[in-house]
């Protein structure tokens, strides 16, 4: 879409108001010319009266041109904030699967980036309105007043035109690579933010990153930008000096070649000159409305989840009191990557029943996390289907079928603000008395329904992102190596004491765990073997893969 369709899709009082209101100041602006021209040069005795009409149509032009700006400034404005909450709301409803897809870097880029570049295009936008808007006033008064002279000009015009067009192109070419490399710059920030502890310690490896990676596209970022503005100053050049040649060609052929007398000479000149600046404005925000045109196509190139009224709106627990839950022939398939085929998981058949406390165990990479994924539908089966109580998961039950399920995943993100399942307020009480289960009682508390702090170790926060899904009272509890990172003593209260308690108030616990000291506290144990899932049902197998374990370490 373009941004002007953009503009008018969604607010055409406005902008119909705004086009008139651009129309009418042009309208005046010419008109003010003609009136200098005509009535102020002419002299005469009525001068006062003369004189007080010419301030009353500038008072207009003034009040007409600020209204039509103004109006055009909010539209914009109003248009980004729009545009800003659909984006993040889409983001929002966005399968995870794209989100990987599309990268965090991207996805940053897209949120400041082409929003940014969005915002300057609507703030150049009224000086382009407006200009178009005069052109053609001026235009029609120069046809009305010589066609010849008026012929030329337009002529003139389109050919001054023509030859931008190659500029055009060439600044286009280098705005798209200034946009790509602005991905690339968000990916080296990410980069270093993230690895800013590897960098730290290795300050080759922080001098080769800057060196090879950032600098790289730092560079061809300054060059692509460079030369964007040097063939956007050459298109502005030309167009003032084509314009100021302009004037002299309608001098000569005015009174050189007698097509018309000086003073309709003089007033093309004069009128050709109010035309420049917004000739000269137009190319200049020529390069912001390439960028926004391009930053358009990346939003859409984004494929996000379209916009819903209830996008946001709290998803009932529908399907709140299953009795089973089941995996019927799924299977996926990561994308496979630089032609080597992506790893792929199933056919999983498994049938959970509520209220049962299962581990999952295997080695790194056989799938585990793919399989947590998949149960709780943030990944969508490539083939076989999720059933709940005998009934297939749906596109139309999906949202609700996440809503079972409370997480910690290994790259789980600590939020501070509390909240239930159903998004209604958590009782201080309960937080109190989960920090006190969970020993962190006395260095985090509840204010406001937020965690006063969340800057702790690893293992803490992963008791407090613990807390988090504990208390949105949920169904179902998948957790992904959650005790990985704690202490002996804790690890042994959560699996001998805090999963029973959990699971005595009716949750279903699908615990993804190394700790095979634990297994047998398990009503059942599932192990994942390169994508394949398979039952160990009996409590000696359990224990040769406790043996088996243990001789290999
Ligand atoms: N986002 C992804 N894109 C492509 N392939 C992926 C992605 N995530 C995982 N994989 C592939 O899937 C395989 C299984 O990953 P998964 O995270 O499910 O393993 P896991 O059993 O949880 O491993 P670990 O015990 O190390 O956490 C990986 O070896 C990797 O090849």
């Given amino acids: 879409m373009t941004l002007m369709g953009l503009l008018f899709s969604s607010r055409k009082k406005a902008f119909a108001a705004v086009a008139v209101l651009s129309v009418l100041s042009a309208v005046l602006s010419v008109a003010v010319l003609a009136f200098i021209s005509q009535r102020l040069l002419a002299g005469g005795a009525d001068l006062p009266v003369v004189l007080l009409q010419f301030v009353l149509l500038l008072v207009a032009l003034f009040v007409t041109a600020t209204l039509a700006q103004v109006t055009l400034h909010v539209l914009g404005h109003r248009m980004v904030y729009g545009l800003r909450r659909d984006l993040v709301r889409r983001v929002l409803a966005t399968d995870i699967e794209q989100l990987e897809k599309v990268g965090g870097p991207h996805l940053l880029a897209a949120l400041s980036t082409d929003l940014r570049n969005l915002t300057i295009a609507f703030v150049h936008l009224p000086e382009l309105v407006y200009g178009a808007a005069l052109s053609v006033a001026a235009l029609g008064w120069l046809a009305w007043l010589a066609p010849g002279l008026f012929v030329v000009t337009v002529v003139w015009l389109l050919a001054t035109a023509v030859m931008g067009v190659w500029l055009v192109g060439r600044i286009n070419f280098h ?11 968000y990916q080296d920030y990410q980069a270093m933010i993230d690895g800013r502890k590897e960098l730290a310690l290795n300050r080759p490896r922080a001098a080769r990153f800057f060196d090879e990676e950032f600098d790289g596209h730092a560079r061809a970022y300054r060059d692509h930008v460079t030369r964007a503005d040097i063939y956007n100053g050459l298109a502005g050049n030309m167009a003032n000096v084509l314009v100021l040649a302009l004037i002299g060609v309608l001098f000569y052929l005015a009174v050189g070649q007698g097509w018309a007398d000086a003073n309709t000479a003089s007033i093309f000149a004069l009128t050709i000159l109010l035309l420049r600046t917004p000739l000269i404005g137009a ?4 390069p912001t409305l390439l960028s926004a045109r391009v930053s358009l196509r990346k939003l859409a190139g984004l494929q996000l989840a379209a916009d819903s009224a209830d996008l946001l709106q709290s998803t009932s627990n529908t399907l709140s009191g299953f009795s089973t839950l089941s995996l019927q022939g799924v299977c996926y398939h990561y994308p496979e990557q630089d032609g080597a085929p992506g790893f792929a998981v199933g056919p999983l058949d498994i049938t959970i ?3 049962e406390l299962i581990f999952v165990q295997g080695g790194n990479g056989s799938g585990k996390s793919t399989f947590a994924r998949l149960l709780t539908g943030l990944y969508r089966p490539q083939q076989g289907e999720l059933i709940v109580d005998g009934e297939p998961v749906t596109e139309s039950t999906r949202v609700a079928f996440r809503q079972l399920f409370s997480s910690v995943f290994t790259d789980f993100h600590l939020f501070s603000r509390l909240l239930k399942g159903d998004g209604t307020d958590v ?6 008395a989960w920090l006190a289960t969970l020993g962190m009682q006395h260095k985090v508390r509840e204010q406001d329904g937020r965690l006063s702090d969340i800057r702790f170790s690893q293992g803490q926060r992963k008791r407090l992102a613990l807390l988090m899904a504990v208390v949105e009272s949920r169904d179902c509890l ?6 990985a990172d704690q202490d002996p ?3 042994q209260f959560f699996y001998l004491d805090l999963l029973p308690r959990l699971q005595a108030t009716g949750k279903t616990i699908i615990a993804i765990t190394h700790d095979d000291h634990y297994f047998d506290r398990a009503d059942r144990l599932l192990k994942m073997d390169a994508g394949r899932l398979q039952e160990i049902d009996d409590l000696s197998a359990r224990e040769s893969v406790q043996v088996l374990r243990e001789a290999s370490l």
């Fill in 489 to 491: 003593q804790f690890r």
């Fill in 353 to 355: 029943r509520r209220g």
């Fill in 283 to 286: 190319v200049a925000a020529l």
């Fill in 478 to 483: 998948l957790l992904d190596e959650w005790a």
């Fill in 175 to 185: 705005i798209g690579k200034v946009r790509e490399g602005d991905d690339h710059l």
């Fill in 427 to 432: 009782a201080s009480a309960d937080v109190d």
